[in-house]
């Protein structure tokens, strides 16, 4: 190898030491100050939200698969567990043992006392009481159903609670007063449709998709809640909304008039403990997916925080209002969870490496000189000593000794911008020498 090659590669060597010895112990106490940022940041969320549903056929499905489907283009997976409704979703979301983390239920169903652990992110949809029954009973208010046939909704739904409620305030006591059946939606309408019961509750954002044709060949018909004012009074979570004359069958006319409904408000519930970037994630589908325009809603009515039976979650107003933040608004999942991490992390590290860098220039120059006033105090130890001894049998040692404090100079590795340094000590120990003589 070429002179001035090794020249160069023994220079390089040199400044690489001199500068790991001085900036490795920066760069392990950042990474140290890295580490601790880190412990005291949240840990990073999960990719999967379990999310409790209703029947496979409902409308809960049915927007938890849209939410499913706007998430997993962030990277997300959205796991749906289906059950029998609103109070079975409030018993999953609130047993430590079920993995269940956010859900719908039906505004009315549940309490803080009842359900505790849970906050409401938004209301985020109507569920109008579809309240189907035969034509021939003549009725004209929910107490003519006494002793009738009554379909209330499946065991651990919240039709049942509601059904159960409304028939209660109109006098009628469902165990005595009625023959009350447990049947989900399409039970009802097949047992109505084969005369097996005189009237049906549903309570859905959507009409049975078996409501048109049984409008049709005139044998039901769609209670209207002519009162709803007086029920919106005894139950406060409830709405009304009005389903248009033809609004289900333009064509068919269907309903032939206006029918006024009362209607509990959808509720987005979540754990508490529910990691914030998933928070961000499940209202930025609630957005999306509920945002527009409903069958019951103009745009811009959902995500609300009206008719809530659980505590906002804190994030919940300002999530309402201005949406998840730009970074999660704009970024996959993945790469939004990171950057926030960053971000948060980053007013630390900032705080312990300025300093240090500030820090390493002097450090530096004081590590590298050193290894030349080492020398010189040596050298002027062995001359403070020449002088007072004067002992000439000792001249000698002090030669020997001067001659190793020489060669150990001459083999010192240092950066070129310390020759100056250097060249002054050999200078300064010819300097002794020549006092020595």
């Not at 289900?248 to 006319?253: E, I, K, N």
């Not at 107003?317 to 993945?334: H, S, T």
């Not at 990171?338 to 705080?351: A, H, K, N, Q, W």
């Amino acid at each position: 190898m070429n002179w001035k090659w090794r020249s160069r590669l023994s220079d390089w060597w040199v400044l690489a030491k001199a500068t790991l010895t001085v900036y490795g112990p920066i760069a392990a106490l950042i990474a140290g100050g890295f580490y601790a940022a880190l412990m005291f940041v949240a840990p990073p969320p999960p990719d999967t939200i379990r999310f409790a549903a209703g029947a496979p056929d409902g409308a809960y499905t049915q927007f938890a698969e849209r939410y499913q489907r706007i998430l997993a283009k962030d990277g997300l997976k959205v796991e749906i567990v289906h059950g029998a409704g609103s109070v079975d979703n409030l018993r999953r979301l609130t047993d430590a043992n079920d993995p269940i983390e956010a859900g719908f239920i039906q505004g009315g169903v549940g309490s803080e006392e009842g359900f505790p652990g849970l906050s409401v992110l938004a209301t985020v949809f109507h569920e109008p009481v579809w309240l189907i029954v035969r034509n021939d009973l003549g009725m004209a208010k929910l107490a003519d159903l006494r002793g009738r046939r009554i379909a209330i909704g499946g065991d651990g739904s919240g039709t049942q609670i509601l059904a159960r409620q409304l028939l209660r305030a109109n006098g009628l006591d469902v165990a005595r007063d009625t023959i009350a059946l447990a049947l989900g939606t399409q039970a009802a309408m097949a047992a109505l449709r084969e005369d097996r019961i005189d009237a049906a509750f549903v309570v859905s954002a959507l009409p049975p998709a078996e409501l048109p044709d049984m409008l049709a060949d005139g044998r039901f018909r769609l209670n209207s809640f002519r009162r709803h004012e007086a029920y919106k009074y005894n139950f406060p979570f409830l709405a009304s909304v009005v389903l248009p004359g033809g609004g289900l069958d333009l064509a068919r006319d269907l309903p032939g008039e206006d029918t006024i409904l009362v209607a509990p408000v959808a509720q987005l519930v979540v754990r508490e403990d529910l990691h914030p970037a998933l928070v961000q994630q499940l209202m930025k589908a609630a957005k999306e997916v509920h945002g527009g325009r409903q069958l019951f809603s103009p745009a811009g009515t959902f995500p609300s925080l009206r008719y809530l039976d659980f505590e906002p979650h804190p994030d919940s107003e300002r999530l309402v209002e201005r949406g998840p933040d730009v970074i999660a608004r704009y970024l996959p999942f993945g790469w939004a969870v990171f950057v926030e991490r960053t971000l948060v992390m980053l007013i630390p590290l900032l705080t312990l490496t300025i300093p240090l860098l500030r820090l390493a220039p002097p450090v530096y120059r004081w590590q590298v000189r050193a290894k030349i006033f080492r020398w010189y105090k040596r050298l002027r130890t062995l001359e403070m000593r020449m002088l007072t001894e004067n002992d000439p049998a000792a001249k000698d040692a002090y030669r020997a000794e001067l001659l190793e404090i020489e060669r150990a100079v001459e083999s010192l590795k240092l950066p070129h911008a310390y020759d100056d340094a250097l060249y002054q000590l050999r200078t300064h120990i010819r300097f002794v020498r020549d006092r020595l003589a």
